[in-house]
């Protein structure tokens, strides 16, 4: 199965469920193609552990969800050996973090110890437990939702935490639009939820699409913009730390997630505009000036993609054969295939 036909397929699923929360869809798609994990920000009450678990049903993936709380051991993660009375052995007995896709809901309200049980995983897709090194299942996905309002009782991830979440997506309130077919939809089927959801794609369609999305170019004009894009949060002077090389590498994967999904086979400008925001809102760090001036990650983003020259033309972003005049190269014509909720 292609990028394009997946995303389409699974959108289409997903949408019998949810209303108005295309993007996120897209972006928890396009981190699943690029093997990438997703943190979810949002305020109570707009689907964002619905949204998880409808992914999870949908893809047919294995499915283990952890409810982080401040009493929650690292062991409780990843597991421990427990003594076995009857055989007078210490027998493994692995964690929750042994699943294709881990939902870790309100991942704040875990104690820094615990949030960085989940590092080794997140970054190697292995897990140590009392010095033996385990190999996690393939693929393995994390999804992270945390609510950006209440703070009491809360521990900010750290810089080092945020760095392996490939993307974070803010999952917003509905328009009144998409609120009332909200009502409508619920009205008659109050019940309602992720388990209603069919699995529409496998885990061999999965790796078939992450292997057509290795393959997309990425002409050298695109790649220097990239650079340039992720090198200009770190000369700017309003961030005490600009993007890491791993934010410059999440940038290129996930441009051409995006750019397969969209039926091309290569990457534009665009691409690079569109996915900015979501790979480095969360890892760049805002100097004291500019916390105290109210600024927002987002906002010093948006200078940037002001500021940086894009490469001229999209005939230089094609490989060589490619059609300059097939419609698909012009960023006006780059709709998503999937069909898309009346927001």
Do not use: W
């Amino acid at each position: 199965m292609d990028p394009e036909e997946l995303y389409s397929t699974l959108a289409d699923e997903m949408n019998a469920l949810l209303i108005g929360n295309d993007d996120v869809i897209k972006g928890i798609t396009v981190s699943l193609l690029t093997r990438g994990h997703v943190l979810l920000e949002g305020v109570p009450g707009v689907a964002k552990t619905t949204i998880a678990n409808a992914f999870a049903h949908t893809t047919g993936l294995d499915v283990s969800r952890i409810q982080m709380t401040p009493d929650l051991l690292p062991a409780d993660i990843t597991g421990t050996h427990v003594y076995r009375e009857g055989t007078g052995e210490f027998e493994l007995q692995r964690g929750p973090v042994f699943a294709n896709l881990v939902v870790a809901d309100e991942i704040n309200r875990a104690t820094p110890k615990t949030q960085s049980a989940l590092l080794e995983a997140m970054e190697e897709t292995t897990v140590t437990i009392e010095g033996q090194t385990l190999s996690l299942p393939s693929p393995f996905m994390v999804i992270a939702t945390q609510n950006p309002i209440e703070m009491e009782g809360t521990y900010e991830l750290p810089e080092a935490q945020r760095d392996r979440f490939q993307t974070k997506l803010t999952v917003d309130l509905p328009t009144a639009e998409d609120e009332r077919q909200l009502i409508d939809r619920f009205n008659t089927t109050p019940e309602l939820g992720p388990s209603d959801l069919s699995q529409v794609l496998s885990i061999e369609d999965i790796v078939a699409a992450r292997e057509h999305v290795t393959a997309v170019h990425v002409a050298d004009p695109v790649k220097e913009y990239i650079q340039s894009l992720v090198g200009a949060t770190r000369d700017h002077p309003e961030l005490a730390h600009g993007g890491s090389p791993r934010a410059t590498l999440a940038l290129l994967h996930t441009t051409k997630a995006r750019a397969a999904i969209h039926g091309r086979e290569y990457v534009i400008p665009d691409d690079c505009k569109a996915l900015a925001k979501s790979i480095l809102r969360h890892r760049i760090v805002l100097n004291t000036d500019a916390e105290l001036s109210d600024r927002s990650t987002v906002e010093i983003i948006d200078e940037i993609l002001d500021a940086v020259t894009p490469p001229s033309g999209q005939v230089s972003s094609e490989p060589e054969g490619s059609d300059p005049s097939d419609d698909s190269s012009n960023p006006e014509s780059d709709e998503p295939s999937a069909p898309r909720n009346s927001d």
